[in-house]
């Protein structure tokens, strides 16, 4: 189990790494000590992230630890004493389960197409664990297929204590930003949607308890590639 000094948050789901990322850079600007632990089957992340080579799948990216590959590594074997903040990417792996109730907070991140939905739904269905829960739908577009149905789907607010939620119209800037986020090794994320800046501010100030003011300087910095 992780120390009280710890704070453990996970993501599942899809199209995530840009927020992983983004929180990373604004909690590493404030000082905390992160690691950044990718357990999902996807390993997205590491498309996002110069990998260094015969790193063991283990490397520091800006200040920060990466563990790649950790799919079938418990939560248990990481060494936690090391770090003040941990994010893990749980992605849709079901040998993840064990370890949610080791995190303060589930970020449940999707878009809105169903081979992303369905799998999510049926991984958050499995998990007893009922954690708090954010949950995030991006890429919105007019039509049939609204929030109100992925939720339907996904059954997040049964499944699990949900605090939060937010929904994402698709933004060209913000889809901008999320690429750069993979092929840029010092991503900026200056021009992001004022809505999802403020998703952003709401996770620091409310999952990890910084002071606002001080948490907007910390995204300001981040977001010019601090």
């Not at 000590?33 to 283990?58: C, G, W």
């Not at 790649?68 to 893990?88: A, E, H, W």
């Not at 369905?118 to 039509?143: E, F, M």
Request: contains cysteine.
């Amino acid at each position: 189990m992780y120390g009280d000094n710890v704070t453990v948050v996970g993501f599942a789901g899809f199209c995530k790494s840009d927020i992983i990322l983004y929180l990373s850079r604004i909690l590493y600007v404030l000082g905390e000590k992160i690691a950044i632990v990718d357990r999902s089957t996807e390993q997205q992340l590491s498309f996002s992230v110069p990998i260094v080579p015969s790193s063991n799948n283990i490397f520091e990216y800006r200040g920060i630890d990466i563990y790649l590959r950790c799919n079938n590594t418990p939560l248990n074997d990481i060494p936690k004493n090391k770090y003040s903040v941990v994010f893990i990417d749980f992605g849709i792996n079901p040998e993840t389960y064990e370890d949610l109730s080791q995190i303060k907070a589930l970020f449940i991140v999707t878009d809105c197409n169903k081979q992303h939905t369905i799998p999510l739904s049926i991984w958050l269905n499995n998990q007893t664990a009922r954690p708090v829960s954010i949950r995030i739908i991006r890429d919105i577009v007019s039509g049939k297929i609204r929030p109100r149905y992925i939720d339907s789907l996904l059954q997040a607010g049964q499944k699990t204590q949900m605090i939060a939620k937010y929904d994402f119209p698709i933004n060209e800037i913000d889809y901008s930003s999320r690429l750069l986020s993979q092929y840029d090794d010092v991503f900026p994320f200056a021009k992001i949607s004022k809505e999802f800046k403020s998703m952003l501010l709401d996770c620091i100030t409310e999952i990890f308890e910084k002071d606002r003011n001080a948490a907007i300087k910390a995204i300001r910095k981040a977001q010019i590639g601090g």
